[in-house]
């Protein structure tokens, strides 16, 4: 239940209900006034404890997590942030207790930041209409304002000095990427101050690492976070304009606070909470006695249903082992009978049955990386484990007699088990990646290995003989081949691949399904059918005879499977003109599993050829008879496992069967559930997120860092942690001591949901600032725009579907729902007379699209004008193909009308087109043509490489923009102006962890022709130009201007 009114009475009452015990993860705090009270943030809820120590008070129970408390300068009021509706809304209650107060609704998160001095407006940060940006509110209520005008005047952590300068930070450093270390570059943060009672601007800090998170006292001193000394953060301040260090810790501070009165200056370290005394000079710690709660210690249940990750089925056809949340499970075929193998302390991640059907084999974590066990399931004995190495072990497959195994073992090695033994050998050592790898696999006759490895990032085919110890590149081309898996006569190698393109930076963008003859065969002749008939009808009278006679009915079996056994022979001259598409030309089609039954050979395929939804195909080759390919069934499997006539596969977290010749697929159902804790769980979760990095991450050198004792630092604080939010602040903080970018990890649970949630919806209205009902303008191509409703400027909104509102309230509230709307009424007032107008809303992601849109606009129109319509300006938000192709158009529509391109990067966040956007800016003119009496027309039909360019980038142009302005000033197609880009490039994949969680792998770094690395240098343009604070609120843009000015200098 949620408790709108708080007593301290009650809160007492409240705390009796935990344990009392040592704590961290004490975050976000703040004084009072007078120095004498701390207030924080622990387990969700707001506290308060004496600035001289002791037992601390719960002032919140609200559900969700409450956060960033700040106490108002008169001691009379405490407003925060709070997740108990889904979202981030700002609250405010009086301190003694009464009433809590919502006030903001908007969907988008707001963060809480300040006070104004004479405590009458809250200050809070929202990413409502762009990225993140300052906004005011009463503290009685109302329609928040923003700051600052201009949709990229990014600002956070606003705080007000006495004289009325807003003091903050415009930089992603110090709003979401504070848990970065040691980043230096042009999108630093540094402490800037702009005052609107005379329209001045200054930057307090211009130190080229992170100044951050300013606080002020009542006298105007600054306070504020700094990693100029040692790289660590640490507190500084402003003596007579300059800037001074006031604590110099080998471990960084987080969130600085400053008591109104500037008495005290409180911050977190090492997730407790210490006082930083302005008269003496001096730190301590602050001893707080809180009663902690320790519910993720908890077991909680969980269902198999939907919740199956891998499985296996016994030789038998009878058992089937499985995977669930992390634990390893047998049951009958049926699922009826289920038995729990592990403890699910560590994460199991595959599973294989062994030949005597009682054996299986499989992977869990062990120190974080995953590790070989096997174990009996017949409950005899615990599991027992095969291999204790520090890389990842996976991708094991057996071959056709299960007496022996093949699997991937870090970044680099293939590796052979003895499944008698239990001996691992290396059988090759290669470039082969820690992750999105191929599985390995034998060939039919066991003498053979085949596995895939990198040949400038794409996967090429290879066989490794294992007795001759010889290894042979199959393919050798310069496109991927994945997924290979032999054929079961030894004759052909079935693999996936986008054969014309390469599949990095992009993926396969048109992967099919191929297949490799191994040699030149010929077709089976029919005549020759027809005479066996004959020779088949003597030998079995003869084999009768002979049964009779020797009864020697076991050797003769041995004989015949000694004398059936497959030889392959490989036959590598021209042998790419052996390869033939399998699957369809339309659509997609990926991860060829390959059967015999009798003598057709079945080859199953995923595959979207069918209106564009994946289902599961299949392909069927079977002598005298024609190729046929059929849809199987609509299941989304990436593995089948067949045992005699049965089929098995993993669709969408649940095992279904079916059969070569029946293709409807029967759920297994698993009516069993399971216990696990969070506390387990989380740690599991801690040391496999370290250990995936360490596998991954692209500087072997961690960027100058000890990445193991990193590890055992911040492992100290695992026995702290009750909540997921904990283990994402600890995760974070771990990561962010590499000082990288593309690092990151995010979790959510059940047991962060709330009941709540709100949807906030958008118009394309922007209401007056002044008067918050009034319309001011209407967003281009928005649904107002679009529709040229009967709304004008001028006019007041009075209703929102019928309900009248009051000027008092905050408009959000009118237009944010706890469910989906279809369409809005929307009535005004013009002149003394009523009108309702209908709508269909948008989002309020895909409003900030169109104001976004509309900054392009506006300065294609400036281009147009200054230029008279000599130059092409197009912009691209980010490198994915969607951008891509908003580029092509742009050309398409305007390159071969004009004389001169801008191809505005500023902002850009990135992606993986740059390759393609280069090749495009490339073209030159090389040949003309015309028809009879018409005029020439140039070849290529787009030669933008031929006129005069400019490439426009900042501060924020990070990622791929800076992959693209790397390659622009090598190939020398043009100028590039602006400032140095962001430094923020390393190409990145992510990896799922046990609940679903994820954490980013920056694998891959870039680097420049003379290797120097761009995370750390960045892209410098030609002609350094920068936009400032102000040009930016006066709606100025220098850097385009100049942009303009050296195309037209050329022209001219």
């Known amino acids: ?197 005379t329209n001045t601007f200054k930057s307090h800090t211009t130190y080229n690492g992170k100044d951050f998170n300013p606080t002020v006292d009542r006298e105007g001193n600054i306070y504020f976070i700094s990693d100029e000394n040692n790289g660590n953060y640490n507190l500084y301040t402003i003596k007579d304009g300059v800037k001074t260090a006031l604590t110099s810790f080998d471990t960084s501070i987080k ?396 669709s969408k977290g649940d095992i279904y069967k079916f059969s070569l010749s029946k293709s409807n697929a029967e759920k297994i159902v698993f009516k069993y559930s399971f216990t696990k804790n969070l506390t387990d769980e989380f740690n599991q979760m801690y040391y496999e997120t370290w250990a995936g990095v360490e596998e991954n991450f692209y500087d072997e050198n961690f960027h100058g860092i000890d990445w193991f004792k990193t590890k055992e630092d911040f492992a100290k604080q695992l026995p702290y942690v009750t909540q997921r939010g904990d283990l994402r602040v600890l995760l974070n903080d771990m990561l962010g001591e590499l000082g990288s970018s593309h690092l990151g990890f995010s979790t959510r649970g059940n047991d962060e949901k709330t009941d709540y949630k709100a949807i906030t919806y958008e118009t394309g209205l922007v209401f007056n600032t002044n008067n918050p009902y009034q319309v001011d303008r209407i967003v281009r191509k928005s649904p107002v725009f679009a529709r040229k409703t009967n709304i004008q400027v001028g006019d007041e909104l009075i209703k929102v579907n019928g309900i009248k509102v009051e000027a008092s309230k905050n408009r959000d509230q009118y237009f944010t729902f706890p469910n989906k709307q279809e369409e809005l009424a929307l009535t005004f007032n013009r002149a003394g007379k009523e009108h309702t107008v209908k709508l269909h809303p948008i989002s309020y992601n895909s409003f900030k699209g169109l104001l976004y849109d509309e900054w392009i606009y506006n300065n294609k129109q400036r281009v147009d004008q200054l230029s008279d319509n000599r130059i092409v300006y197009t912009y691209m938000k980010n490198m994915t193909t969607s951008e891509l192709d908003t580029f092509l158009l742009d050309m398409v529509a305007q390159e071969n009308q004009k004389e001169g391109v801008i191809l505005d990067l500023r902002y850009n966040t990135g992606g993986n087109v740059h390759d393609k956007v280069l090749n495009f800016l490339s073209q030159r003119p090389y040949l003309k043509w015309k028809y009879r009496e018409g005029k020439y027309a140039i070849q290529s039909n787009f030669t933008p490489s031929g006129k005069p360019i400019v490439l426009l980038i900042n501060e924020a142009s990070l990622s791929d923009a800076e992959m693209t302005a790397a390659g622009f000033k090598a190939l020398k197609l043009g100028t590039i102006i602006g400032q140095e880009t962001y430094r923020w490039i390393i190409f990145t994949s992510g990896k799922s962890l046990v609940d679903g969680s994820n954490y980013r792998l920056p694998a891959w770094g870039t680097y420049t022709l003379d290797n120097q690395n761009l995370e750390k240098t960045g892209v410098a343009p030609d002609i350094y130009v920068k936009n400032t604070f102000l040009d930016r609120l006066n709606d100025k843009d220098p850097q385009l201007e100049r942009a303009i000015q050296e195309i037209l200098k050329v022209l001219k």
Do not use: C
Not at 21 to 37: C, E, M, R, V, Y
Not at 149 to 162: A, C, D, K, M
């Open 1 to 197: 239940m949620i408790k709108n009114t708080i007593t301290l009475l009650a809160l007492t009452l409240i705390t009796t209900a935990w344990g009392q015990d040592k704590a961290k993860f004490l975050s976000s705090p703040s004084l009072s006034p007078d120095g004498q009270t701390a207030y924080f943030t622990y387990n969700g809820d707001i506290w308060q404890v004496p600035t001289q120590g002791g037992e601390a008070l719960r002032l919140t129970a609200l559900e969700g997590e409450a956060t960033n408390p700040r106490v108002s300068p008169d001691g009379q009021w405490i407003a925060f942030t709070s997740t108990q509706y889904g979202n981030k809304d700002v609250f405010v209650m009086p301190l003694t207790g009464g009433k809590i107060i919502q006030l903001t609704y908007h969907q988008a998160n707001e963060e809480m930041e300040s006070w104004s001095w004479d405590s009458k407006k809250i200050y809070f940060t929202t990413n409502a209409y762009n990225n993140f940006a300052s906004f005011e509110i009463s503290r009685d209520g109302g329609t928040p304002t923003p700051l600052f005008t201009n949709y990229f005047n990014y600002t956070n952590g606003l705080v007000t000095t006495p004289n009325g300068e807003y003091l903050f930070t415009s930089s992603m450093e110090s709003a979401n990427q504070t848990a970065r270390k040691r980043y230096k570059g042009e999108n630093n943060p540094d402490i800037l101050g702009y005052n609107p009672k």
């Open 255 to 650: 969130t600085p606070y400053a008591a109104a009165d500037g008495s005290k200056v409180i911050f977190e370290k090492d997730y407790e909470l210490y006082l930083y005394n302005t008269a003496s000079n001096t730190s301590e710690k602050l001893a707080v006695n809180i009663h902690t709660n320790t519910a993720i210690e908890k077991q909680q249940a969980y269902d198999i249903d939907k919740n199956i990750s891998a499985f296996d089925v016994a030789f038998d056809d009878k058992k089937i082992a499985f995977v669930s949340r992390g634990i390893l499970f047998v049951s009958d075929i049926e699922g009826k009978f289920i038995q729990q193998i592990t403890d699910g302390k560590e994460r199991v991640m595959e599973v294989k049955w062994l030949k005597d059907n009682q054996t299986v084999l499989f992977s869990q974590t062990y120190q974080g990386y995953q590790n070989w066990y096997k174990v009996k399931t017949n409950g005899t004995e615990k599991p027992q484990q095969i291999t204790k190495d520090h890389r990842n072990n996976r991708d094991l497959v057996l071959n056709e007699e299960g007496n022996k195994a093949v699997y991937i073992s870090g970044r680099d090695e293939v590796r052979l088990l003895d499944l008698k033994t239990f001996v691992s050998t290396t059988l090759v050592k290669d470039e082969i990646w820690a992750f999105q790898n191929s599985a390995p696999s034998f060939s039919p006759d066991d003498q053979y290995v085949l596995f895939t490895a990198k040949r400038n990032f794409e996967d090429d085919i290879f066989i490794h003989h294992i007795e001759k110890r010889e290894t042979i590149n199959l393919t050798n081309t310069g496109v991927a081949e994945s997924n290979p898996i032999w054929s079961p006569n030894g004759k052909h190698i079935y693999f996936t691949s986008d054969r014309f393109n390469p599949s990095y930076p992009l993926g396969a963008q048109n992967p099919k399904i191929y297949r490799l003859a191994l040699d030149w065969y010929s077709e089976p002749f029919r005549s020759d059918e027809y005479t066996k008939l004959f020779k088949e009808e003597k030998t079995a009278e003869t084999d009768l005879k002979k049964r009779k006679k020797n009864k020697q009915k076991a050797t003769d079996k041995e004989n015949k499977e000694k004398s059936t056994q497959k030889t392959i022979n490989v036959n590598t001259v021209d042998i790419l003109d052996r390869i033939e598409l399998v699957s369809d030309r339309f659509g997609n089609q990926r991860a060829p599993i390959v059967f015999k039954d009798d003598n057709k050979e079945y080859v199953y395929y995923l595959s979207n050829q069918e209106n564009g939804k994946s289902a599961l195909y299949r392909k069927i080759y079977e002598p005298f008879e024609e190729e046929k390919t059929e849809k199987v069934n609509d299941l989304q499997v990436w593995d089948i496992v067949k045992k005699e006539k049965n089929l098995y596969a993993l």
